[in-house]
């Protein structure tokens, strides 16, 4: 009886190591891909300024390549907790970064890096779901010298995007320019406002690619059908489908290059792929942007 539970346990084990690896199409065992691994911080529509921040956070910065720790691009949900330096602060100081909507831009390129390796399978697995590390001005990639600012939790709440870059160079890539965009005002209040700030992140696929990450805004009452939809079209569902986290939208006057992404003061029509939905997409400023396929190159 020991043995069978024994048997049955390990099976229920195996099953379930087995359902979660096969969202990604390569293996993730646990411990696998140790790096350290930083995050673009992308922080929420937000009142208050003195507790933790919810933000998404985008991988900083993926690769291409098989033998690759860091080979997924990544966007995730999470909340950052700022922690107090013991030796001067009884309790912990706000994080100090844009705080929006009272500060709409960004202007720099804030950072957390914890500084240990760990492994970034876990992190896909969801047996990881903790981070501590230094916040920062900046990274290794921008012009200026980085600055830390504070130390900071961070804790996954979602897995939003998690998709494996294969370096292959029979992957086709994209016609036209491909972004995926996640919402900066998360509150339920927000499904019903017809103007809607957004996060645009490059959608990588195909050898040699970039990693670019804007921010821009869409005026929803400004949005249409392509063609014969008039049922996937009203305001509800038009506000849903554009307030969907991770929803892919295509540039059809663009092509998918780095000379063609989207770039400031820039006004363009976009379509989420997966509907008629077109809208005219404002660029308010970039935030982030690597050539690959190292993205170790500012473009």
Known sequence: MILQNLLIQTVSTISIFVLINAQYPVPTPPGGRMAVHGWLILPWDTNVTDGPIQAWFSHHVPEF???????????????LTPISCFNTESTAQPIPIPYPPRDNLLHYEYTITPPPEFSLNDLLLGTLTELKGVVYNGSFDTSYQRIPLALGTLTVRELTTAVYLNESKLIPSYPELRYLSYPRDMSPTADTKPFQHVYLAHEIHSVPDFDHVVHASIDTTRCHCETKFPSLCNSQNLLQAIRTPGIEWAFPTLTNDLNSRLKPLMVIRGRITSGPVLCPITILESIHCMVGPDFDTKC
């Open 65 to 79: 390549w098989t033998d690759s720790p860091h080979n997924f691009q990544i966007i995730l949900n999470g909340l």
